[in-house]
């Protein structure tokens, strides 16, 4: 197989922008969609998987209501209601860029999957944590703040940096809703330059670099964020 | 015998073409299509599923359209030249996959709706041109919109994978009109753009616009405007350097054209109703194609834009 590079050099017909330009700037519309709905993601996924651990019944049903649906529904079908069906519902969403709309899709569907991760952190300490922070006088509030929720995401650290890869590729839909991200670029470059071959290693590799990337940042965070003796720290 | 006069003649054609691609180049396959076909009985066509009224599917495997008709009269020649019946399989490929496909044998006849570009002649070889599609935009009827130039600040939508996205960019450049562009991943999409108002034009070659504005809930809230932005020739593709093939597929497209039967196979397609829903493209041959057909020739896409 003979595979040939002087294509990334080329112009890409504009009389600027040449394939390399672009496939950086592709790299930066998936970091910059990925890392938006992360934010997101972990901001209300925290916050949904300690309200499903609440003893009040009608919050915990709420946050299992949130988690339900943003889970059951696939990412793709997601993606094009908040793109074509909800703006059509309400105006004046239409004027909201669609990268707004794509990060809030991918945000809210990962939501759901760090607010289960959160839950099973929290659920996995002993009872005793929690009624020890009561025994203490304590308010909830206090409880998860000081006692339960500092245990339960040093816990849930590993399957989090799984999300945090996860939500990279899964960036990937964003082409469908027209941001120039990598997998718009591999399709629209492999066409308009035959080479195929080569455009799909280009952007196979910056995934696997961002992905790489983000696994071996969650590694150290892993590693500063030991407490010895706990989860993690008994080394 | 006759049968046999052209039966060596074809080997004798086989085998200079094997002496004649092993020394010139590496190719994948160390046989000619003829001689594939011959020896196995049987001929694989390469179908698109929706590139509809040229090549697409009727369900249950079943592929119909214009070039596909074309192909079956192929098939008729390369029976007659093999002497012997021929299965037809048919193998459904992708604008992604339908030119590695048809090096590596998998495909020995790509019947679907392919732009003859110079890009593309390193890697396959075309038929003379049968189609020619030319790049315009698909705008609401009562939008008021007829040129490019009117483009500017507009949103314009195009549809991921496709040679139309160069050419707005070509024009927006040359043209110093600045919109806005929006990709949809397939076609229906790109339209859902239009129709939804997402976008207020929709960039594709006009047999695809005509096809899907035939199917839209109501087609006359559409229409094809503004000038042409491209030509692009469409044909039949086949492996490069086989020249007993490439004589068989011009031989019998040349014979369709000079005995009219060309003309009626695109009335059928283009002009009439067909399968599956029965709406008409109502697209009238244009100029390029009419031209063509008295003088036929495999021109690359490129020596169209010189004009």
Known sequence: ?235 | MKKTISLSATLSATLSAIILGATLSAPVLAQTTLKKVQDSGEITMGVRESSSPLSFTLGNGQFAGYHIDICHAIIENIKKTVGKPVTVKYTPVTSQNRIPLTQNGTVDLECGSTTNNATRQKDVSFGLTTYVTEVRMAVKANSGLTKISQLNGKTVATTTGTTSVQHIRKHKNAEKVSFKEVFGKDHADSFLLLESGRADAFVMDDNLLAGLIANAKNPKDFKIVGETLSVEPIAIMIRKDDPGMKRIVDITIRGLMDSGELDKLYKKWFLSPIPPKNTTVNLVMGATLKGLLKDPNDNPMESYAAK
């Open chain 1, 1 to 235: 197989m003979h595979l040939e590079w002087g294509f990334f050099l080329r112009d890409i017909g504009d009389g600027e922008t040449t394939y390399l330009s672009w496939l950086f700037s592709a790299w930066g519309w998936t970091l910059a969609v990925a890392g938006c709905a992360w934010v997101l993601a972990l901001l209300l996924g925290s916050v949904v998987g300690t309200l499903r651990t609440m003893q009040v019944t009608w919050v915990a049903r709420l946050a299992n209501a949130w988690v339900e649906l943003f889970r059951n529904i696939p990412l793709l079908v997601q993606i094009f209601l908040w793109y074509h069906v909800i703006p059509s519902l309400i105006p004046p969403l239409r004027d909201v860029p669609s990268f707004v709309l794509v990060v809030f899709g991918l945000g809210l569907f990962t939501s759901s999957r760090v607010a289960e991760q959160v839950r099973a952190g929290i659920q996995s300490l002993p009872h005793g944590q929690r009624h020890a922070g009561m025994a203490l006088g304590l308010t909830t509030a206090q409880t998860y703040r000081y006692v339960l929720l500092p245990m339960a995401f040093r816990i849930v650290i590993p399957p989090l940096t799984s999300e945090a890869m996860n939500i990279i590729k899964n960036s990937s839909v964003a082409f469908a809703v027209s941001i120039s991200e990598l997998t718009l670029f591999a399709m629209q470059a492999q066409e308009e330059t035959s080479r195929g071959v080569e455009v799909y290693l280009a952007v196979t590799t910056l995934y696997i670099i961002t992905a790489m990337t983000i696994n071996r940042l969650m590694a150290l965070i892993e590693k500063r964020v030991r407490v010895p003796g706990y989860v993690g720290g008994d080394r």
